[in-house]
């Protein structure tokens, strides 16, 4: 296994010219300085304008550059108050009041990058490096199916053994894995897998994409050119913010239609030119080719193995980072607001009241940690720590509680509701309706396959308001929903509209 990064160079995996098209005389569509002039130009909006903006988010239209800023800029508890309720009113809208469920299975911590904050920089040699053969994604897939996953997001660090080939290959090894449900005849698999990883050419981006692939999801880690030179050696892949920023872009001609951005908040101090940056994004995005970001996700750093700067203490704090979920949701209503499972508990749960769409439970983030079975954190096996380590039955049990439905739903890429279609479906409302009846009946199997007499007892009262809903909204409608949901409960599976 080579060790050292000097032979593994840029230029050998950098395609200038799949930069240089995406760019204007040379400048990328990251400017800071104009995004910082926005900033600074409403810092003080008046609440007549706020409100204004509130309504066009309301509307799902996505906010300009200084709409985002004057957002950003409210420190008024009263209007704090009424962006928090149109965050609310917005995901309801979109979205209903459900939560997608993912888990993130890392597949290889081996990477020729030298981050400053990650556990997985080649200068950290205290880390125990492992890359899981195809026998052992499989296992690590029937672990997962076994807890009642049927979205999985693969993690992979960035090196040539884990390149585009090796990806479609492992993908291939997920959605092989089959488990057995409790109800006889049952059967379960993973039905998405989204992939994280490195930027992509696009002639490696159509294997993946070939492979079967949901999101797309590369991280900026920060927008500001600066301090992303100072965190990435000028010598390393990850080093050209070009290569990077430009990678949805190449991603879309090579046929992913969905993609999902994110900043790692606290990398440096100004969270707020963060936000602004991500939406700057998802605006060029638009204008490229018509299709916003499917995901936004608001990592946060935390402490990692043999780094320095992540383990130092940030000034980001629990307030900033739901400001930071509150605006983002405002800002582009259609997207999907991702809060993992590095965050607390309490902190996620906040974050439910104001937007956010999609979490993990019952996360393992060292590599083979699912088929080892051990719930143990490891620094030295893993990139960072986790701050909520709730099982999945746990949290849709806390969720159940609270008014919300788990949905384990994935028919919109089986239905070739994706790109620009889910989007117009999303800004118009309609997705909900199929998101809605969707989350009940894989709810349902959920249930059934998975779920303790205990659990069992919590959420069928929400279930059976959740029906009654459909049943009201919907009354054409509702006796094919309830058709398909007695099926599931005779035994059949993956039913959806």
């Not at 488990?179 to 698999?189: I, K, L, T």
């Not at 209503?333 to 009241?353: F, H, M, N, Q, S």
């Not at 239905?415 to 998101?435: N, P, Q």
Request: hydrophobic letters at 40%; one cysteine or more; aromatic letters at 8%.
């Amino acid at each position: 296994m080579p060790e050292t990064h000097e032979r593994f160079a840029p230029e050998t995996i950098i395609k200038r010219d799949e930069i240089d098209r995406y760019c204007d005389g040379g400048r990328d569509f990251i400017r800071d300085d104009e995004i910082r002039a926005e900033l600074a130009a409403n810092a003080r909006p008046d609440a007549a304008r706020v409100r204004d903006i509130l309504q066009k988010s309301l509307a799902i239209q996505t906010l300009s550059g200084p709409e985002v800023a004057a957002l950003l800029a409210v420190d008024d508890p009263e209007l704090l108050a009424e962006m928090a309720q149109a965050a609310w009113d917005v995901k309801h809208k979109v979205y209903d009041n459900r939560i997608v469920t993912f888990a993130p299975m890392y597949i290889s911590s081996y990477c020729m990058n030298r981050c400053r904050y990650c556990g997985f920089s080649l200068d950290n040699h205290k880390e125990k490096r492992r890359c899981l053969s195809m026998d052992e994604i499989r296992r690590e897939a029937e672990a997962m199916i076994r807890i009642g996953h049927k979205r999985v997001m693969a993690v992979y660090g960035e090196h040539p053994m884990t390149g585009a080939r090796f990806i479609a290959d492992s993908l291939a090894a997920i959605y092989s894995a089959e488990v057995q449900g409790r109800v006889p005849g049952s059967r379960n698999q993973v039905r998405r897998i989204n992939v994280n990883a490195a930027p992509l050419c696009i002639d490696d981006l159509k294997i993946v994409h070939e492979a079967g692939i949901g999101t797309f999801q590369v991280f900026q880690e920060t927008y500001d050119h600066k301090v992303y030179s100072e965190m990435h050696p000028a010598d390393t892949v990850k080093g050209d913010f070009g290569w990077r920023v430009t990678c949805f872009h190449r991603a879309f001609d090579a046929g992913i239609d969905d993609v999902g951005l994110g900043v790692l908040f606290g990398l440096q101090p100004d969270w707020k030119y963060e936000v602004a940056a991500m939406c700057t994004h998802a605006r060029e995005l638009e204008r490229f080719v018509g299709i916003g970001p499917h995901t936004f996700s608001v990592p946060r750093m935390h402490a990692a193995s043999g780094s320095e700067v992540a383990n130092a203490k940030s000034s980001f704090t629990d307030d900033d980072f739901f400001k930071a979920v509150m605006v983002l949701r405002l800002a582009v209503p259609y997207t999907g607001l991702i809060v993992t499972a590095r965050e607390t508990k309490e902190l996620r749960d906040r974050c439910l009241r104001i937007g956010c769409t999609q979490m993990d439970a019952g996360t393992r983030i060292d590599i083979g940690g699912y088929s080892a079975g051990s719930r143990e954190q490891k620094i030295d096996e893993q990139q960072f720590m986790l701050g909520d380590s709730r099982s999945l039955e746990q949290m849709i049990v806390d969720l159940a509680r609270q008014g919300v439905i788990t949905s384990f739903c994935t028919a919109g890429y089986r239905c070739g509701r994706t790109g620009g279609c889910i989007m117009d479906a999303l800004k118009t409302g309609k997705e909900g309706t199929f998101c809605k009846i969707n989350a009940v009946l894989t709810f349902r199997e959920w249930l059934d396959d998975f779920a303790s007499p205990e659990s069992i007892a919590v959420c069928t009262p929400l279930i059976e308001r959740e029906l009654a809903a459909i049943a009201e909204q919907y009354p054409v409608f509702y006796p094919q929903v309830k058709k398909r949901y007695d099926r599931i409960c005779a035994g059949e599976r993956d039913l959806y509209f």
